[in-house]
């Protein structure tokens, strides 16, 4: 396996690694398009955010059809601009670049030539990685910004000049594995009409799908018995398709196409328009990137056979792929993480702490908040309420960040805090997710949820709105029992008696001599919303006697 960085290629402190953020930028030069990002990261979480993004459609895969060579035009393009790459993460203030070279440097006879070229005329060291290695850290680029739960996950990514598909988990890539099928060369070795003739079109789909065979055979081959992996897309072709398809269906892209799903029959749909339509008319296709219309078909079909042979309905996008991986790879080669499960096992978690980080939340607080409304969500589960798991996740990540809208004004800071989460990069969380987290804290004080609240209305679904409406409930209270914010009450018990319609709410303090006044007239203040939503009453008694423990 090549090391991600050699030694001389980097500027690092390693002793100071674990004490301070630091800025790195990550560049792919693949077979279409110059990627780089540039990010932030926080060794304490460890978590790193996107602060800034680059890209340039140079078209390393247009080589000499005679030799195979990189043109010496092209090469030009390339390296002017990696230079305002370098210019753009120097204002960025990026301590390090770290740089990869895909498929179609890696094939021409002369790639290593013009990664020695770079060198020379930059001093950019580019390591040149196989396509395994390539899938291995698209693996932990979607594994960075997507919660796998343990679960079996199928991830295609198709570049321009090779197809990825890997199958992995929440520990480990159990298959990598890499093809020579991509959009640009499919598009510059078999199509030459426009629009494309139907028997160049039927060569595609079966000389596509004859290439993608084997990768295929052998992803199914590892996986466990009953085992329905989902399938996950990165990259140009999958996130091209899912925002005209969007644009289509919703009548907008949406913020963030992390999350968003479509289906076989939906990309089936699109394939048979795209192979009608001019290049011209391509596009004119709203929300078609520049330049991508020329390969779109070529993807589109690479991405249809590939979903047909793994017998896979639908496909939902995720926003992070090999540079983001570069970044994970960096970060483990650094001692930031102890291994993948860590990174992963976490990254809702992460992205929300990184969030309240950065909006300045007292944590320690935050976390009283969310233990009282974790604890209520389960002593009140299938009594009260029927929800589970997800929504579990939701509530938490609503208490942490309940109160970042101080960040803006003390004043409507529960509005203010809406408008942080709903704009904010919840990596693991779709877009439904995101506007339920923000509308539960948006819920912790005062009005209730009400359907004139244009916030309210952004939830479509009757049960989405319900969750908003019974889990702002017990959010209230628990802000309540921190109502003073210096830990007070120590734990609370739920009683609830059904034929009274009767909800008791015991509470011990953390201190015997600590009669709690404010969190009880607090408590009063806040518990109508709560007896309105479930029906019940609410009655809460101060308990003297010691701690209980409870399972």
Excluded at 414 to 440: C, D, P, V
């Amino acid at each position: 396996m090549l090391n991600l960085v050699s030694a001389d290629c980097l500027s690092v402190n390693t002793q100071s690694v674990q004490q301070q953020q630091r800025i790195i930028a990550a560049i792919d030069m693949g077979t279409n398009s110059l990627h780089m990002v540039i990010v932030r990261i926080d060794p304490t979480l460890p978590a790193f955010s996107i602060i800034g993004k680059e890209k340039e459609t140079v078209r390393l895969g247009d080589r000499d059809i005679a030799t195979g060579e990189l043109k010496p035009e092209i090469m030009a393009k390339a390296i002017a601009a990696l230079e305002r790459f370098q210019k753009v993460a120097k204002t960025a203030n990026a301590e390090t670049i770290i740089a990869v070279a895909t498929s179609a440097v890696r094939e021409a006879p002369n790639g290593k030539d013009f990664l020695h070229k770079v060198e020379s005329e930059l001093g950019l060291c580019v390591d040149l990685i196989s396509g395994q290695e390539e899938a291995r850290r698209i693996y932990l680029g979607v594994l960075s910004g997507m919660e796998f739960h343990n679960q079996a996950h199928i991830i295609i990514d198709i570049g321009g000049g090779s197809t990825e598909i890997i199958l992995g988990d929440s520990h480990e890539p159990r298959t990598l594995t890499s093809t020579k099928v991509g959009a640009v060369r499919l598009t510059t070795e078999l199509i030459s009409s426009d629009p494309i003739l139907d028997v160049e079109f039927q060569y595609l789909q079966a000389y596509t799908r004859g290439m993608l065979e084997r990768s295929v055979d052998e992803v199914l081959a590892n996986l466990q018995f009953g085992e329905f992996p989902k399938l996950i897309g990165t990259s140009g072709t999958i996130e091209t398709i899912a925002a005209i398809h969007a644009r289509e269906k919703l009548g907008t892209i949406p913020s963030t196409l992390n999350g968003y799903k479509f289906s076989l029959p939906d990309l089936q749909e699109w394939v048979n328009r795209l192979q009608k339509m001019t290049n011209a008319e391509i596009a004119a296709i709203p929300g078609m990137p520049e330049k991508r219309s020329e390969v779109i078909l070529a993807g589109a079909v690479v991405l249809q056979e590939a979903m047909m042979l793994l017998g896979v309905d639908s496909i939902s996008t995720c926003g992070r792929a090999l540079r983001e991986g570069v970044i994970v790879d960096w970060m483990l080669s650094h001692g930031l993480i102890e291994d993948r499960l860590r990174f992963q096992s976490s990254v809702r978690e992460r992205s929300v702490l990184k969030q309240a980080s950065k909006y300045q939340v007292n944590l320690a607080y935050s976390d009283r908040v969310a233990a009282f409304a974790l604890s209520l969500f389960d002593q009140t589960q299938g009594e009260l309420h029927h929800w589970g798991t997800n929504e579990r996740q939701l509530l938490w990540a609503a208490a942490i960040l309940h109160n970042c809208g101080h960040h803006i004004s003390h004043s409507s800071h529960h509005k203010h805090s809406y408008y942080l989460i709903r704009n904010s990069e919840l990596l693991g969380y779709n877009e439904t997710e995101i506007e339920i987290i923000a509308n539960l804290a948006r819920y912790h004080r005062k009005s209730p949820p009400k359907k004139r609240h244009e916030n309210y209305r952004n939830l479509l679904s009757k049960e989405h709105r319900q969750i908003v409406s019974q889990l702002s409930a017990l959010l209230r209270l628990a802000v309540a029992l921190d109502r003073r914010q210096i830990g007070a009450i120590a734990q609370i018990k739920c009683d609830y008696y059904r034929q009274l319609q009767q909800f008791n709410l015991l509470i011990y303090p953390a201190k015997p001599d600590d009669d709690c006044a404010l969190e009880l007239w607090s408590l009063d203040l806040k518990k109508g919303v709560f007896e309105a939503e479930f029906g019940v009453k609410l009655v809460a008694h101060l308990e003297k006697s010691a701690i209980p423990h409870f399972s």
